[in-house]
């Protein structure tokens, strides 16, 4: 079935620190993609989004590049804040089949060291 | 826009006990989905509505569980005969869907709902 892989957690990094986490997906058609976010106590919030193979999505300060070939869509951001701490999901969802669902990672947590 | 409300936003109930947790979506959107979200893990998807109808149901909603958008606005969750097992964040999202229009279709989640069962 449909399903979405991210690297494990946690992962530490320092203030200004390069962030990568890895996130690979498995689907039977087309999909979109999206990194969604997570702080403490509240709900995901909708990080970035690709809706097509070599889309590029970025919002403060991430990105992330849709790979067709590698069924991936690695989210990275250049210099790490405090602020950035976090949970992270990958997710994917089929608009047109499949009504709308959308299928998540299981989540990395990041934690930004000062 | 006020987001997506969900109350309560916890629930401690002894196993047995039926529970009940509502969700208003923000206002114009016309899609309510309902997720279950376990610790270290990703949400699930649970069942959605397009205004009141109910399309779709995933295989993790048992017959215990039951879902309601009677006019197509707020939406209730209930468990009957709560289990332990049924010990999670329940997430409530809503979007406005207009087809072939992928990026309006974005889900816009609330706070949750941490039931424990006892």
């Known amino acids: 079935g449909d399903s979405v892989t991210q690297m494990e957690g946690p992962v530490t990094l320092s203030e200004e620190a390069f962030l990568t986490i890895n996130c690979t997906y498995t689907?039977?058609?087309?999909?979109?993609l999206f990194w969604y976010v997570q702080y403490p106590g509240e709900g995901l919030q909708l990080l970035l989004k690709a809706t097509k193979a070599d889309d590029k999505g970025s919002n403060k300060g991430f990105e992330a590049t849709y790979r067709k070939e590698t069924t991936s869509f690695h989210l990275e951001k250049g210099s790490v804040q405090v602020s950035d701490s976090a949970v992270y999901f990958c997710?994917?969802?089929?608009?047109?089949?499949?009504?709308?669902?959308?299928?998540f990672g299981q989540g990395t947590e990041l934690s930004v060291k000062p | 826009d006020t987001g997506v409300s969900q109350n309560p936003r916890h629930k401690i109930t002894k196993r047995g006990q039926n529970v009940t947790f509502r969700c208003d979506p923000i206002?114009?959107?016309?899609?309510l989905y309902w997720y279950r979200q376990t610790l270290g893990q990703g949400p699930e998807f649970l069942t959605y509505f397009q205004n009141e109808a109910q399309l779709e149901k995933s295989r993790l909603l048992s017959d215990r569980f039951s879902a309601e958008r009677p006019k197509g606005s707020f939406s209730t969750l209930e468990i009957q005969r709560t289990e332990q097992g049924d010990s999670a964040m329940y997430l409530c999202?809503?979007?406005?869907?207009?087809?072939?229009?992928?990026?309006?279709?974005?889900?816009?989640f609330g706070a949750g709902t941490r039931l424990s069962v006892l």
């Open positions: 999202a809503s979007s406005l869907e207009e087809k072939y229009q992928v990026a309006k279709n974005i889900q816009y």
């Open positions: 997710a994917l969802i089929f608009i047109y089949n499949q009504g709308g669902k959308l299928i």
């Open positions: 206002s114009e959107h016309n899609r």
């Open positions: 689907a039977t058609g087309y999909p979109s």
